[in-house]
Nanobody
């Protein structure tokens, strides 16, 4: 079993930045892809970014390319999401995910965190 705990969410003005962190525990995450999904009110959960365990392959949703950056520290079992140039439409609950079978870019996903709220004011 893997536990994922997100932190770093909050309220920020449009154009600002936030850095989300996700600490994993329970088992080694070598070979697990990790990433982030988000869900805005009234909308379906959507993919944001993902990184394979080696860090060599990284994936982004078109809506965040050039603004968000994902990274991971395998020694700390932690994945990060640096979010710059935030827009009101980025407002959502952000979920950390870990998946052993693929790239963590689409469902199904093995493990989910509890989510952290990001609110971008205009």
């Amino acid at each position: 079993q893997v536990q994922l705990v997100e932190s770093g969410g909050g309220l920020v003005q449009a154009g600002g930045s936030l850095r989300l962190s996700c600490a994993a525990s329970g088992r080694t995450l070598s070979r697990y892809a990790m990433g982030w999904f988000r869900q805005a009110p009234g909308k379906e959960r959507e993919f944001v970014a993902a990184i394979v365990w080696s860090g060599t392959n990284i994936y982004y949703a078109d809506s965040v390319k050039g603004r968000f950056s994902i990274s991971r520290d395998n020694a700390k079992n932690t994945v990060y999401l640096q979010m710059n140039s935030l827009k009101p439409e980025d407002t959502a609950v952000y979920y950390c995910v870990a998946d052993s079978r693929g790239r963590a870019t689409s469902l199904p996903i093995d493990y989910w965190g509890q989510g952290t709220q990001v609110t971008v004011s205009s």
